[in-house]
């Protein structure tokens, strides 16, 4: 069963009353699910907390947003899972996460899967508010439950409390602590809704399966908390100069895949490997290589300064294209890579910008953080190149 976050938060905060109660066979049995989703809230917060400070803790040179791998060898802390991009699926690393022993309503050890997309060991090719999760959740009727926060309403992690063993299954006798046993390769003996234990492709999640009682997180779930911090904004915006001044560095390289628009041709940006400056340093070429997909290029055609700004002349620019439209004029992106069209990144005042050369209107700083999170950071931000 799948259980949303809210329900996470009202089973919690209803335990106590239940627990006043009288001593019932159905009370102990809706005191085991109270256990159970407490168990998974926390689980679900512990696991946002680490991607939306990542860098900040023990990964200095990393980006934001990244998830832990699962523990696979029954140690209780996360390790390397499979080849880039691989989904992965084990026991929770409670340890690596900083949590106590956490056990579902049957005394049982939590388990979870993420992403290749997400995953912090290897990690993917990018990582961005584009990236898509893995997970597809299905209904008793094998219908989509759609998730928001990623285009295709898929999920980037799930937590699974496994319950009681059902009719088959056979278990060790319970550790006197998770991660204490030799259990957490044998998932087919807990788990019912995931029957698909690895690959690159979508995994379809049978939600109604047996008695698994499921949370998940979603692309838009981690974002959202990162653009709720006052130092996001900051952040992204010395990803995107340091791009820039690479790009100065190089003396405007040319376009990938370039359109032309009016003086310029507009496109990707070249690989940064093949680059030097600012991002490539340590600290900065993770972030740089995750966003450069989120960012579009644009170069004077006759290598003049066709570009008028508020600071002065250009001979390029450089746009960071923010989050994709939803609704009317919806924009629709292929991942975390950027390799759909120029119209699915850049709004129309942006192009039309550009085919004019007239780039003062346009904004410099990326408007961080957002009162209403839930909003998509859809205003493109250019910088000037001279």
């Known amino acids: 069963m799948f259980l949303p976050a809210l329900v996470v938060l009202l089973a919690v905060g209803g335990l106590g009353w239940l627990l006043a109660r009288q001593d019932s066979t159905a009370s102990r049995n809706l005191a ?65 996460l900083n949590l106590p022993d956490l056990r579902d309503g049957a005394g049982e050890c939590l388990w979870y899967a993420v992403s290749g997309s997400f995953k912090n060991n290897p990690k993917p090719v990018a990582l961005n508010w584009n990236s898509g999760g893995r997970f597809r959740l299905l209904d008793d009727g094998g219908r989509t439950i759609a998730l928001p926060g990623d285009e295709a309403g898929l999920a980037a ?4 409390a496994a319950g009681p063993p059902q009719a088959g299954q056979e278990r ?3 550790p006197e602590r998770c991660g204490g046993d030799n259990e957490a390769g044998n998932i087919t003996q807990y788990v019912e809704a995931i029957r698909t234990l690895s690959g690159t492709g979508v995994i379809d999640i049978h939600s109604t399966a047996g008695n698994d009682r499921i949370v998940t997180i979603s692309t838009g779930d981690i974002y959202r908390l990162l653009k709720g911090r006052p130092s996001y904004g900051p952040w992204l915006q010395k990803v995107l100069q340091a ?3 690479c790009l100065a560095k190089a003396r405007l390289p040319a376009v990938v895949g370039p359109e032309r628009r009016g003086p310029v041709e507009l496109g990707q940006l070249p690989a940064f490997d093949t680059l030097s400056g600012p991002c490539r340093n340590e600290n900065l070429r993770d972030a740089a290589n995750n966003w450069s997909g989120v960012m579009r290029y644009a170069r004077c055609i006759d ?21 994709r439209l939803t609704g009317g004029g919806a924009q629709h992106r292929q991942g975390s890579t950027g390799k ?32 209403d999170r839930d909003k998509p950071v859809a205003t493109d931000v250019a910088l000037c190149i001279p």
């Open 243 to 245: 791009s820039a001044d």
């Open 157 to 160: 992690a799930i937590v699974i």
């Open 340 to 371: 759909t069209g120029i119209d699915d990144y850049l709004e129309p005042a942006t192009l039309a910008a550009l085919t004019t050369g007239q780039l003062a209107a346009l904004p410099t700083t990326i408007a961080l953080p957002l009162a």
């Open 303 to 323: 290598d003049t300064d066709c570009l008028a700004s508020a600071g002065g002349k250009c001979r390029g620019a450089l746009i960071f294209a923010g989050e």
């Open 32 to 96: 085991r699910e109270m256990r159970t989703a407490q168990a998974l809230g926390l689980a679900r917060e512990a696991l946002l907390g680490f991607a939306a400070t990542y860098r900040n803790k023990e990964h200095p040179n990393s980006d934001f947003g990244y998830l832990p791998c699962p523990d696979l060898d029954g140690d209780g802390s996360s390790e390397t899972c499979g080849g880039q991009d691989q989904t992965s699926v084990g026991r929770l690393p409670y340890l690596t």
């Open 172 to 174: 060790s006798a319970g």
